[in-house]
């Protein structure tokens, strides 16, 4: 695993745990940039012992990860690893070229030295429907559907896409990939649209809806894609992307409304009391305006479907967040950041 320490990273290692019946042993590679946080994993790594093995790795190293993957043999990996925030991108795209397209591509050199010749091994790269661009009113991105990234974010995605895809066509190298839509749930660091609002709203501040609201997205929970990932990982045609869809399409807007309603019933609030904070502000530059997935091939080829109804999620993540204040007052207070200072000597 990369990334594992970041919100569907660590979501993924939980249910495979715990659901997947999965027998084997899990090295969690993680640069703990600011969106990671090991203390996510505390539980996993208290109930499964060394099955679960922390490594403080940043992908872009190639030395340390050819290390690791040499100490433990490892047979699979399940890349996660990215800098995840478009907002982030449009501020600073460095490290989205490095990590996205860098990283992964040094992955994938790793791999081709250490795995050379073996065929039961597989990399199985994890993306976005982000790659596709933005949808109108009307149609959905499938796997056949031509990449038109347009944030520095989608473009760094859509690039280790390619490379991932060359490997296999060019080294023969075991591959499958797939690209979902927007995630949400527990653990989801508090700068994505879901945990910002929450947040907010317990602290009576401001909902910044950007621009006029209206941009479509699909929403999906997050343990319904990774359920998608492992079945690809388990079951999937080497060489081929899968789509992962919530076929579940939100306005900012509406979402947001919902979201009020809901932490209003669970808070005790008028029903009207968050609302009154929406607040609309400068879009972000470039916004896609509507993304909606086609996700078929999963579901006829490897039988999956998603298990968490949206209501049913949503409510699922208000009270996650309502009973696990301390994880997010850790990120509010930068305390997780100390920890990593405490156990690690400083971030990456
Ligand atoms: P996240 O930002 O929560 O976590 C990313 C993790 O990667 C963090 O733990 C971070 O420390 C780690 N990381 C970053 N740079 C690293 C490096 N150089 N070396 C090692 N580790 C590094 O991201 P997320 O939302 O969990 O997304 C995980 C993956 O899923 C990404 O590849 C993203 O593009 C993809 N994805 C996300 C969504 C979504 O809605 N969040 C949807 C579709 C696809
Ligand atoms: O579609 C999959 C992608 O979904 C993933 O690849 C990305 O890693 C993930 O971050 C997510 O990207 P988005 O840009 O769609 O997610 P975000 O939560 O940042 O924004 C969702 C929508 O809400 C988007 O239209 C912008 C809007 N928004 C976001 C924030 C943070 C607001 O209106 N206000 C906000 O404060």
Redesign the pocket.
Known sequence: M?????????NFIRFIFQSGGFKGRVIN?????????AESLADVQAAQGDRYVFER????DFDAVKNCLVKYDVDCIV???????VDRSIHGPA?FI???IV?TFNLLEVCRQVWNGRNDVLFHH?????VFGSLGAEGYFYETTPYDPRSP?SAS?ASSDHIVNAYFHTYGMDITMS??????GPY??PE?LIPVMLLNMLEDKPLPVYGDGMNIRDWLYVID?CSGIWAIVCGGRLGETYNIGGENEWTNIDLVNRMCELTAEKTGKDKDHYKKLITYVKDRPGHDRRYAIKCDKIKNELGWKQSVTFDAGLSLTIDWYLNNQAWTDSIKSGEYLRWVDKNYGGR?
Do not use: M, P, W
């Open positions: 990369t990334g594992g320490a970041g919100f569907i990273g660590s590679i993680d640069k703990l940039t600011y969106a990671g946080n790795i940043d992908i872009c890349h996660f690893a990215a800098e995840s925030h490290e490095q990590t996205n990283g994890v993306s976005t429907d982000e974010y995605k690209n979902c839509t927007n995630n949400y989801q660091f994505k894609h990456a």
